[in-house]
């Protein structure tokens, strides 16, 4: 059984930073794929960013492009995403997830991923 636990959300004004953990349980953490969504409240979920399992390949949304960095610790099954420059439109609630299949390719589709934790909360005030 596959476990994410989300933690780094909070209040902060815009312009400021925040870095999101997602901690996860299982061996398998190492092999898959993990992702980061937002969901703001009135819409639907997004993709924000992935990474590969080797942390060697990200990928991210226009929106937080060049303002967000995804990173992960395989020895520590963390995977982070630092958030600079925050602007209001960037509040909502965050989930990270884990990829359904072994794979290279960095995929932005909610139903690719079969895990989901909590989420944490990030709210920016202008």
């Known amino acids: 059984q596959v476990q994410l636990v989300e933690s780094g959300g909070g209040l902060v004004q815009a312009g400021g930073s925040l870095r999101l953990s997602c901690a996860a349980s299982?061996?398998?953490?190492?092999?898959?794929?993990m992702g980061w969504f937002r969901q703001a409240p009135g819409k639907e979920r997004e993709f924000v960013a992935a990474?590969?399992?080797?942390?060697?390949?990200?990928k991210y949304a226009n929106s937080v492009k060049g303002r967000f960095t995804i990173s992960r610790d395989n020895a520590k099954s963390t995977v982070y995403l630092q958030m600079n420059n925050l602007k209001p439109e960037d509040t909502a609630v965050y989930y990270c997830?884990?990829?359904?299949?072994?794979?290279?390719?960095?995929?932005?589709?909610?139903?690719?991923?079969?895990?989901w934790g909590q989420g944490t909360q990030v709210t920016v005030s202008s």
């Open positions: 990474i590969r399992w080797s942390g060697d390949m990200t």
């Open positions: 997830a884990r990829d359904k299949w072994l794979r290279t390719i960095l995929s932005g589709l909610i139903d690719d991923y079969a895990y």
């Open positions: 299982g061996r398998t953490f190492s092999s898959y794929v």
